[in-house]
């Protein structure tokens, strides 16, 4: 007396619902524990300044870096298409404010011509970028 038919061609069934459940939440936890670091483009070492006050408005940004190359909003540029873009710019944005970010060990001269440059293509004010701190 045979009660239990045979069963054919049975086949193997795996749940993976647990499985995919276990990789979300390690994917969430890698997402939540994970810190996301800005790496700016360009190496820059501010000079420090006691009296320097963060801007929360970012204007048009000149990174001038020790070697003497030129950033406009971290795009390499050469000094005879600075000023087109600078007066391009001005008219795109109609904004007259300019932040230099200088190296600390950019030569005194070339942050003056910056400057002078900035100046001669429309712009009114030019403001200098400091770390906050004594020396």
Do not use: C, W
């Not at 420090?48 to 990174?63: D, I, M, N, W």
């Not at 200088?102 to 293509?121: C, M, R, T, W």
């Amino acid at each position: 007396m045979d009660f239990v038919p045979a069963k054919k061609n049975r086949s193997l069934i795996i749940n993976v619902t647990s499985l995919i459940d276990v990789m979300f939440l390690l994917l969430i936890f890698f997402m939540v524990s994970s810190t996301f670091k800005n790496q700016p483009a360009i190496n820059l070492v501010l000079p420090r300044s006691a009296t320097a006050e963060e801007t929360v408005v970012t204007p048009t940004v000149l990174y001038l870096t020790s070697d003497g190359r030129v950033f406009l909003n971290d795009r390499l540029m050469s000094e005879a298409d600075l000023g087109g873009m600078l007066r391009q710019l001005q008219g795109a944005t109609g904004e007259d404010r300019v932040v230099i970010r200088a190296d600390e060990n950019a030569p005194h001269g070339a942050v003056v011509e910056l400057i002078d440059l900035v100046k001669q293509s429309g712009y009114t004010r030019v403001s200098i970028s400091a770390r906050p701190g004594s020396r």
